[in-house]
């Protein structure tokens, strides 16, 4: 079997190793009473693609998003927070928005115990 590649994409080893999978692969379909009993994936792409590539091991701070956002605004407060349709809304401009907007829930018996529905239109003066 001659299989042929892009040099600019695929090594010459790369190519030999294709050629490798695609003929264990055709081995095994012809054995098959059908392709959905044959792994399409060789073990080394399984490890690479479906292991290694979804490792997702590494140290998480004890933190939460909001905790996280919260530190970036008090750190960064003239930073852009939101930007729309030209206009940018800096960190502590969002935090006075915000904060207003739970004044006047709570004002209306919003709380953090109740579930409030917000509709606003897609704008920064909402």
Not at 15 to 37: G, N, P, R, Y
Not at 67 to 89: H, N
Not at 99 to 110: D, K
Request: proline share 3%.
């Amino acid at each position: 079997m001659e299989v042929n590649s892009n040099p600019a994409l695929y090594s010459a080893e790369a190519t030999e190793a294709h050629s490798l999978q695609l003929v264990a692969f055709l081995e095994k379909a012809m054995k098959a009473a059908t392709l959905a009993d044959v792994q399409t994936a060789c073990g080394a792409d399984i490890e690479c693609y479906l292991v290694e590539a979804n490792r997702t091991e590494h140290e998480v701070p004890g933190i939460t998003l909001m905790a996280l956002i919260e530190a970036t605004m008090r750190e960064t407060p003239d930073a852009p927070a939101l930007v729309y349709e030209g206009v940018t809304l800096s960190y502590a401009e969002l935090d006075r928005r915000t904060t207003a907007l739970a004044g006047e829930l709570a004002r209306r018996s919003g709380g953090r115990d109740r579930i409030v529905a917000v509709t606003l239109s897609r704008s920064l003066n909402s």
